[in-house]
């Protein structure tokens, strides 16, 4: 009798084992970090224009030889996910947190985040401001529109700005004025970003150090594919439509990884 008692308790003891929730990867990937420790790494966008340093009021030629300088240059970043391509692993690392990256303040350049321990090999954003956020009103924060990055007359948010001049240019004081927004059907311009990182390498987040990402941003991709933009014809975009959705499409592309610390 002893010995059946015995291997009916241990019977029921794996069964009840077997019913528990594993901690694993599925937590990761439904973006739950209750039960995880997180620990810190920095995501850093640089400006550029092809390989050089962006700097305001620098004359840079695109792609269709059109020079111009740059006053602003500045855009949202939200819905940031860390991924392990081999294992299916997703981290929702910032869930409907946007963060403005203006090339006028190197602080906001340098976004600090949390995940939880382990490597990962490609990161996906949103560039852009969610559709629900377009149409809550004014918010704080980095959405403030003490930011100039929002549109009071169309209730909407400006997803990514940018300003200078070029002698191409019919506006007065040759300027030029990409103020990119949009969120209703058909007029988006937020767009997703899914980037690997370069050569092989992983992001390891770990209890060790800080670990860092640097992406850089080319504001000539702003100009083409796949969609032409010169500034002889189009020097200024300030509403939803059609242009503006094409301007999303091109700067869609203009993020790539350069280098990853661990």
Known sequence: ???????????????????????SSNDVSNGDSTQLPTYKFVLSFKGK??????????????TFGEPYTLTTFKYYIGDIQLLNTSSGKVYNV?????????????????????????????INFTIGVDSIYNVSGAQSGDLDPAKGMFWTWNTGYIMAKMEGASPLSDLPNNRIQFHIGGFKTGESVVRNISLALPDGRTLAISSQGDSKVVINADANKWFYNPHDIRIADTAVCMTPGVLATSIADNYAKMFSVVSVTN
Do not use: R, W
């Open 1 to 23: 009798m002893k010995i059946f008692i015995s291997a009916a308790v241990v019977s029921l003891v794996l069964l009840f084992a077997s019913c528990q929730p594993e901690l």
């Open 49 to 62: 224009v092809d390989n050089a340093d962006l700097a305001f009021n620098q004359t840079y030629q695109n």
């Open 94 to 122: 910032s869930n409907k947190t946007f963060y403005l990256v203006d090339a006028s303040d190197s602080a906001s350049s340098n976004i600090t985040l949390k995940a939880p321990v382990g490597t990962y090999d490609a």
